[in-house]
Each structure stands twice: as C-alpha cells, then as structure tokens.
C-alpha cells in the first residue's frame, strides 16, 4: 500500500539515469521489456535504476541495481532541498536497502562510489560509464560575431552549488554586461540575474526536451563547480560527456575526482573553489575565442572517448541474458 502511495506522488514519466546508462545503449537490442521508466525486464533478468516505484518485480530472475548517487550522503547534504532529501529518505534510500540485499549485480557511476558500496555490501560491485546517444554539437557558435554565453548546467541536484555559482556570475557580470547566462529556470535565482538582460532560462522542463535543446545551447563556456562535499566527491563523469554533446570549453573543480580526466588547458581547465579565480579564468576566455574554441575541441575529444557505447552493451547483454550484440 505504501510503494503505490508513493508511486502516485513520485513516479515520474522519464529517468535520465535509466536512459544514460541502460536505454540509449540498448534502444536497438532485442529481447527486453519496460515496465516503468526505471523498470526492465528480460526472460532471465530485472534492471532496476535507482528505484521500482509503481511496479512488483518479477519473482524467478536475476535482479540487477543500479545506483548513480551516494542516496545517504545525499539525505544528509544540507545544500539540497528539504523535499528533495525527504524524497530520497522515504523513497530511494528506503527501496534501495531492499534491493542491495536482493540484487545478484549491483552497479555504480563512479570509482568512489563504487568502492563505498563494495566495502559496505562486502561483495564485488560492477562499474558503469554513462552513454549520450545525442549527437554533439558544432563549434559554429564560436563564431567572433557570436554573443558571449555562460551556462550552469547543473539540475536541481546542485542546489548546493549555487552559492559558488552565482558569486562567480556575479563578478563576471560586473566586468562583462553584454554576457549571456544560460541556466534552468527552476533554481532559486535572485533578482540581479533573472533581471539582467542576458539571462536566458533554459525553455525545456523535462529531461527529453533538455536532450533534444542540449546540443543547441550554443555556450561558448560552462561552468562546473562544485563544494566539496561526499555527494558531489561521488558523482560519475557524467558532466564531461554532457559537455562535450554541448560543445564547450568547460571549467571543472579541483576537488571533483573526475577531473582527473581533464588536461587542463587542452581539455578544460580545472580551478580551486575562490570565485575570483573562475571569474577571472571565464574573462580570460570571453577576450580569446580561439583560446576558448581549442578547449572545446579538446572536451569534445575526452567527451567521444569517454562516451563508449560497446562496454554497456556487452555488460547489460551479459547480465540480462541477452543475445550478444554485433
């Protein structure tokens, strides 16, 4: 009674953790069944992403879990939501105890969290990369006639980065009022942005329709910091992909351990958390387009290595008893 409660208030229609690392690599595979947007089914196995609101698992197969955020680090965060928090206590911290203890395969999105889950279960956990099957952007939008663009990407899921984010707008914006500020309309936003003339919120308000605007943005810089916290220190490489589909020259924090990826100055540039110095290095940029051009170049290279197709086909073709794919 209380999973169908729950399903009413938090189910939602799509799942980018489901499509980023199950459907876009296995949209073309045969022999699997949705049962929900985080639900998926074959004759010998159950694909559970994050949680199974709304649906019974299947009894006599395999269950497999797969997880893309530490969920207790988060349920202690303080820069997140109070209702988001109460939403990951009640429904996927609270699932996601059941499911570790039942699934015969565990998954996570990045080394830390990975190895927190494997010493905490005492059994071996699989790692998983996420996969874009948008295409990427072109770089026409570095074009010298282009209107300066910033963006903060982040999702509702960075709430408790937004304090970094808007000081390090909010010196950019004194130096640079001709700057346009891309982000999503749903964070707290205060007054000297959503005034400025430059704001722009991003017009899509679901995660499809923010796929299909991605690629078209056309930020020239986007900006990726991030407090050091346990969530955050836990996130995949997600950003470096997504960045790459965006086409630009992002900045990464020092603290993020999948900025290990990066070359600074070829594929980003990786900063310490004092707002000064990420204002000063975006400046830098907006007066050097061709600067700012060879770092989104060299993303979008890290991004297409990163973004490997094969190796989620081969695990989930594996895993779920799936004819192995060409």
């Known amino acids: 009674m209380l999973d169908r409660l729950l399903a009413r208030g938090f189910q939602r229609p799509h799942s980018a953790a489901a499509d980023l690392y199950f459907t876009n ?14 639900v998926f089914e074959s004759d010998r196995a159950v694909l559970v992403v994050r949680n199974h609101l709304g649906v019974t698992l299947p009894r006599g197969k395999a269950l497999m879990y797969l997880i893309d955020d530490d969920l207790a680090a988060a349920v202690r965060d303080p820069g997140l939501g109070a209702g988001y ?9 609270r699932m996601a105890r059941r ?19 494997a010493s905490q279960l005492g059994r071996e956990v699989a790692l998983m990369v996420p996969y874009w099957s948008e295409r990427f952007a072109t770089l026409d939008h ?16 960075h709430r408790g980065d937004l304090a970094l984010v808007l000081e390090i707008l909010r010196l950019i914006l004194a130096s640079r009022r001709d700057v346009e500020v891309v982000m999503a309309a749903n964070h707290a936003i205060p ?11 991003i017009a899509a308000t679901d995660w499809p329709g923010y796929r299909r605007a991605l690629a078209e943005l056309g930020c020239q810089i986007c900006l990726h910091p ?14 470096l992909i997504e960045f790459g589909v965006a086409g630009t020259a992002a900045l990464y924090s020092e603290t993020w351990p999948q900025s290990q990826h990066v070359t600074p100055g070829l594929s980003g540039l990786v900063l310490p958390a004092e707002p000064q110095i990420w204002a000063d290095a975006v400046l830098d940029l907006l007066d050097d387009h061709a600067r700012a051009k060879l770092l989104a170049s060299g ?20 895993a779920m008893g799936l004819s192995q794919p060409n």
């Open 99 to 117: 499911l570790r203890a039942r699934a015969e395969q565990i998954v996570a999105t990045s080394e830390l969290l990975q190895a927190k889950l």
């Open 25 to 38: 690599a296995m949209s073309e595979e045969p022999g699997w069944r949705r049962l929900s947007s985080t």
């Open 191 to 201: 007054s000297w942005l959503a005034d400025h003339p430059g704001f722009r919120p």
């Open 299 to 318: 993303g979008q290279e890290l991004a297409q290595r990163l973004n490997d197709l094969a190796p989620q086909r081969r695990f989930w073709a594996s």
């Open 226 to 239: 991030l407090a050091d916290t346990p969530l955050n220190r836990a996130r995949s490489p997600n950003k």
């Open 142 to 157: 570095f074009a010298p006639e282009a209107a300066p663009r910033i963006g903060f990407l982040g999702s509702l899921t």
């Open 85 to 93: 928090r109460a939403r990951l206590a009640l429904v996927e911290l």
